[in-house]
């Protein structure tokens, strides 16, 4: 029997590359993208008038962010490099363990994206309110406000499942890794076992058996010569 979950194990991924070569370039991607934003942060906090936006709109919600959650930012920035370098590590030297804090973020990521889905499919109010809020200069504001909210609904939760199916592509890949590298070092210490084994194996029961005579004693009351 097979379980399902090795139904869907496969050691490619993306552009016909192993597992582990999508996970490195996928961990070295977040990295790029984690350390542009911490760059930014930084330097918004160091010189914040140089970062000022004209529209009001912006701006109020910019003066909303103060320093300490520009702080915060900074940190969970600098936190996701360390984890995304885990799990490129991971993958590179095949050490199973880094690579867990990777998946679940991942986990985590795609959680919330599920729930920002069903919150639109429960209050679909939002989306309008949300267009209100945007700057006036925004491209194709009013005709997107003059359309149903059913089909802003139906719009928007298209374009969800879509990052939703990449997203859960992206943590399959991820999970293949993970088995690949796991089952590689299981692989590598069961030959170190049978390779460096010194006990002493004791033979089957049939074997130790003594084996029988081929010639019959001689019968009972016959004289012995000597």
């Given at each position: 029997?097979?379980?399902?979950?090795?139904?869907?194990?496969?050691?490619?991924?993306?552009?016909?590359?192993?597992?582990?070569?999508?996970?490195?370039?996928?961990?070295?991607?977040?990295?790029?993208?984690?350390?542009?934003?911490?760059?930014?942060?930084?330097?918004?906090?160091?010189?914040?008038?140089?970062?000022?936006?004209?529209?009001?709109?912006?701006?109020?919600?910019?003066?909303?962010?103060?320093?300490?959650?520009?702080?915060?930012?900074?940190?969970?920035?600098?936190?996701m490099i360390l984890i995304c370098g885990m799990a490129t590590y991971g993958a590179y030297k095949q050490h199973a363990a880094w690579i867990i804090p990777f998946f679940c973020y991942q986990?985590?990521?795609?959680?919330?994206?599920?729930?920002?889905?069903?919150?639109?499919?429960?209050?679909?109010?939002?989306?309008?309110?949300?267009?209100?809020?945007?700057?006036?200069?925004?491209?194709?504001?009013?005709?997107?406000?003059?359309?149903?909210?059913?089909?802003?609904?139906?719009?928007?939760?298209?374009?969800?499942?879509?990052?939703?199916?990449?997203?859960?592509?992206?943590i399959a890949c991820v999970w293949n890794c993970y088995k690949y590298v796991s089952s590689r070092t299981?692989?590598?210490?069961?030959?170190?076992?049978?390779?460096?084994?010194?006990?002493?194996?004791?033979?089957?029961?049939?074997?130790?058996?003594?084996?029988?005579?081929?010639?019959?004693?001689?019968?009972?009351?016959?004289?012995?010569?000597?």
């Amino acid at each position: 029997m097979i379980s399902p979950w090795d139904r869907w194990h496969s050691n490619s991924c993306c552009l016909c590359c192993h597992v582990r070569t999508g996970t490195v370039i996928l961990g070295v991607w977040y990295m790029l993208i984690n350390a542009v934003v911490l760059l930014i942060l930084i330097t918004a906090l160091g010189d914040p008038h140089h970062y000022h936006l004209t529209s009001a709109e912006l701006a109020n919600d910019l003066d909303d962010m103060d320093d300490a959650n520009m702080c915060i930012a900074s940190a969970i920035s600098l936190l996701m490099i360390l984890i995304c370098g885990m799990a490129t590590y991971g993958a590179y030297k095949q050490h199973a363990a880094w690579i867990i804090p990777f998946f679940c973020y991942q986990v985590f990521d795609f959680a919330m994206n599920t729930l920002v889905a069903v919150s639109i499919v429960v209050y679909p109010n939002t989306i309008q309110d949300y267009l209100q809020q945007l700057p006036e200069n925004f491209p194709y504001k009013e005709d997107i406000m003059a359309m149903s909210n059913v089909c802003l609904v139906f719009i928007v939760l298209i374009f969800i499942g879509c990052i939703l199916s990449f997203k859960a592509y992206l943590i399959a890949c991820v999970w293949n890794c993970y088995k690949y590298v796991s089952s590689r070092t299981t692989t590598e210490v069961l030959i170190y076992v049978t390779t460096n084994d010194t006990t002493v194996l004791i033979p089957p029961y049939d074997d130790s058996m003594p084996v029988p005579s081929k010639h019959a004693p001689p019968p009972y009351g016959t004289p012995y010569v000597a």
